[in-house]
């Protein structure tokens, strides 16, 4: 009897969320993966055997989730929440609250702290370690120049991109003030910032189908390596239809870049070499969420309508597991010419 092969989307996980699926993230230590939605739950999937392993039920959507570890993470909510989840005993605290949604959250292993960012312009970082309760949890809080739309780190570098296309950079050992204030290149609302895994930039993406490639360091010869692309996009009838891009996840080992946009489509990218390694086939609606496993073997994508174009009628919100064939996210060696003989 032949095996069936995998359907080109990637398997589709039993038990998905009833609304948007607002972020989804692998866990760094095995292949479980946390679900943040707009029906107020946050899911934990195992992924590779297809099993919804727990769900917690929020009081109002929500907008981000992470891991801590294996067994607990914690999520951000429209209710203006922080929370920590603990899995196995399928139970839940307040860790405290912002004047507005929470929009955004980040756990580092480099500082011990988690980070969240919200629609109050404002970031705050917590010590998860504390009892329940602002009083005993909250580090700091730091006023952004407008509400928080995405966040990401990596070591102790902090990136913070806001409305009004600010970013500001924070070394999260001195959160007083930013190492550096910036705005964005791209014309138009930033959708999602990530940070380079070799921690020497960010990419930052956009309402409009472009994608920005940015790099810390001041100096001049880094910052005549930045550049901005074209991406999402299609023509019909002779106009420009562009799409925003939602997603960006980077893969682990090779650094090469997954992006999703609200066209439907998963591009992979070779930053170093500016060029597309792949495209997978269409799927049912937008792509709102993309991450990789620890590993790379995996790409967990969300198939869910963001509501770019308003309520109208669309294709259920799913995720789906796929896995990746290396020829899809390693980059290919340049090739030179022969010198002359």
Known sequence: MTAIPPPPAGR??????????????????????????????????????????????????????????DSSGFSVSVDNTVRRLVFNHNKEDILGKHDAPVRCVEYSYAAGQLITGSWDKTLKCWDPRGASGQEHTLVGTYPQPERVYSLSLVGNRLVVATAGRHVNVYDLRNMSQPEQRRESSLKYQTRCVRCYPNGTGYALSSVEGRVAMEFFDPSEASQAKKYAFKCHRKSEAGRDIVYPVNAIAFHPIYGTFATGGCDGYVNVWDGNNKKRLYQYSKYPTSIAALSFSRDGRLLAVASSYTFEEGDKPHEPDAIYVRSVNEIEVKPKPKVYPNPPT
């Open 12 to 69: 589709e996980l039993s038990n998905p969320p009833s609304d948007g699926i607002s972020n989804l993230r692998f866990s760094n230590h095995s292949d479980h993966l946390l679900v943040s939605s707009w029906d107020k739950t946050v899911r934990l999937y195992d992924a590779s055997a297809n099993v919804l392993r727990g769900e917690f039920v929020h009081g109002g959507p929500v907008l981000d989730c992470c891991f801590h570890d």
